[in-house]
């Protein structure tokens, strides 16, 4: 061992590093500040910056390179808040805007979901469904004028219907009450209904909603003008039976409507089996063989007819104006009255004694026990 220490040298003991010295609270919160426990706090702190940068100490290249040697950018930002300057005024500044924001959101809300307010603007005198009322008239018009050349689609045909029916049940009680509820609404739907029947009928019996072809003898058409004159003054009854009833509120409901519910069923039964009836000897065939003696035809020897001249007295009822009944009626027996009398007509001719039977048997037109 002796022999072994000569040999080895060991180097003398390092000295200990000095033990820094406990550094103040305050100097750990701000280095900036060299405050002693002793010294006293200064009347004002310097502003209080707080940075958000990023650090590329920890990479082994540096932010130079690393930006060279990939395709993704490296982010570079600073957000600087600066706390001195958050006062009570900026507090109660923005606290006021937010209240106001707040509010007119609020109120935005509450007035896009007002009915009233999407019915009549009464601080302008402007009417809003004019707006789109107008608009699906026009489009209902393009859309007939393609219908007549023999180029709607289904859609385009169900715009000309809805463009007519909107005309007819809505847009004049929504003018003279300024608002819409109940039987107008009602009405609405019915009417659409009520004129794709034909539609029903040839879905049950064909299986599509296309037309099957048939002589154009049986196509009765009276001339232009009576047509025209016919659609007017349908239009204008509606609009007088807007007019002359009650105001929407004011109608009263309940069983007090039973009778009118009742007459909406009657009205959509008579409409399906004349069109299904009809279809079984008209359309399915080329060329009628037989009159249609069933269903409806047992009361009127025209009940699509009298069933469109229901559809219109039901409007009136429900609206509560019988003037513009009288009048629509009185409308319906005219037009369609003459226009039976052509049918008939052809119909004596095709089918001879077979038809004049059918006269004899069943008496009226368009209305029992009446007309």
Known sequence: ???????????????????????????????????????????????????????????????????????????????????????????????????????????????????????????????????????????????????????????????VVTAAVAWLTVVPPAHFNGFLEGWPVVLFFVYHYFFFFESSVRRRLYGDLYARPHDTKWDVRLPGPFQVGFAVLVLVGHWLAAYEGPELHMISGGWANAGVWALVAVTLFMRYHSVLYLANYSEKVVVPTAVVQFGPYRWVRHPIYASTMLLFSLHCITLRAPLSLLFLVAVCLVYYGRKAEFEEALMVESFGERYTEYMNKVRYRLIPFVY
């Open 1 to 159: 061992m002796g022999t072994t220490a000569r040999f080895l040298h060991f180097p003398p003991p390092l000295p200990s590093p000095p033990r820094p010295k406990p550094r103040p609270l305050f100097s750990l919160l701000r280095p900036s500040l060299a405050l002693s426990p002793n010294s006293p706090l200064p009347h004002k702190f310097p502003s209080l910056t707080l940075s958000l940068r990023p650090n590329h100490k920890h990479l082994a290249l540096p932010p130079q390179a690393l930006s060279k040697t990939s395709s993704l950018p490296l982010p570079s930002f600073d957000l600087d808040l600066d706390l001195d300057r958050v006062t009570p005024l900026a507090v109660c500044k923005w606290s006021a805007v937010l209240a106001i924001a707040i509010a007119a959101v609020k109120k935005a809300v509450s007035l896009v979901l007002n009915p009233f307010f999407w019915t009549y603007f009464s601080w302008t005198w402007i009417f809003w469904p004019w707006i789109s009322a107008a608009a699906l008239a026009a489009y209902g018009l393009l859309c007939f004028r393609k219908h007549s050349l023999g180029r709607a689609s289904i859609l385009e045909q169900l715009a």
